[in-house]
């Protein structure tokens, strides 16, 4: 793995360390949740577990992005997958800026974790919107990345990058469905934890 790839992962460890250095800063238990007001009504044991889990996460969503990556170099154009690269680069660099305020947010509070995950949204928007002109030129309905083609009938075709399937972007369902799977699994996240909170 070439160092810039390696660049995200090394962010994580600064968190780690301060982690390991500030420890016994961290109230006990943590507050991970907060309402509107900013008040904290969800709790954590601190324990060192619970503490390293935001690392934890990020650095599983990053191997899964070069999984993705990797795999399309495997089975697809080396075009395109030097297109997916540039497209996740940057993404990939924010998720590792984005642990620290994450890991610390039951010292900070979640206002940095929101500024975090509105810039991260922000550029994600960003990345979708310049995909077609990164990747290479592609066959009817494909424009970069995504595929958008009214008179083909089908909801969901096969990839152009590796195995696998996505949706036809010209389906109104298609943005339904996409909207449901990606905001679908924070809102069950949310309220498993709204629930653990009002019944403490």
Do not use: C
């Not at 070439?2 to 800063?25: M, N």
């Not at 660099?93 to 991260?120: E, H, R, Y």
């Not at 310049?130 to 066959?139: F, I, N, Q, T, V």
Request: proline fraction near 12%; charged fraction near 10%; glycine fraction near 10%.
């Amino acid at each position: 793995m070439k160092l810039r790839s390696l660049g995200p992962y090394l962010l994580l460890v600064l968190p780690a360390v301060g982690l390991v250095l500030f420890a016994d800063r961290f109230p006990s238990p943590m507050p991970v949740h907060w309402d509107l007001a900013g008040r904290p009504n969800g709790y954590f044991p601190r324990t060192p577990l619970a503490m390293a889990f935001p690392l934890l996460l990020f650095g599983g969503i990053l191997l899964l992005l070069d999984a993705i990556v990797a795999g399309g170099a495997r089975t697809g154009p080396p075009a395109m997958t030097e297109a997916v690269r540039r497209m996740l680069a940057p993404i990939r660099w924010l998720l590792g800026l984005t642990a620290l305020p994450t890991a610390f947010a039951p010292i900070w509070g979640p206002t940095p974790v929101l500024v975090a995950a509105g810039a991260m949204v922000l550029l994600v928007f960003v990345q979708i919107v310049r995909a077609p002109r990164m990747a290479p030129p592609g066959g009817e309905g494909w424009h970069g990345l995504v595929y958008v083609n009214p008179a083909d009938p089908r909801l969901v075709v096969p990839k152009r990058l590796g195995i696998g399937w996505t949706f036809n972007f010209a389906k109104p369902i298609a943005w339904v469905l996409l909207t449901v799977l990606l905001l679908g699994p924070l809102l069950f996240v949310g309220v498993v934890i709204l629930r653990a909170a009002t019944h403490r």
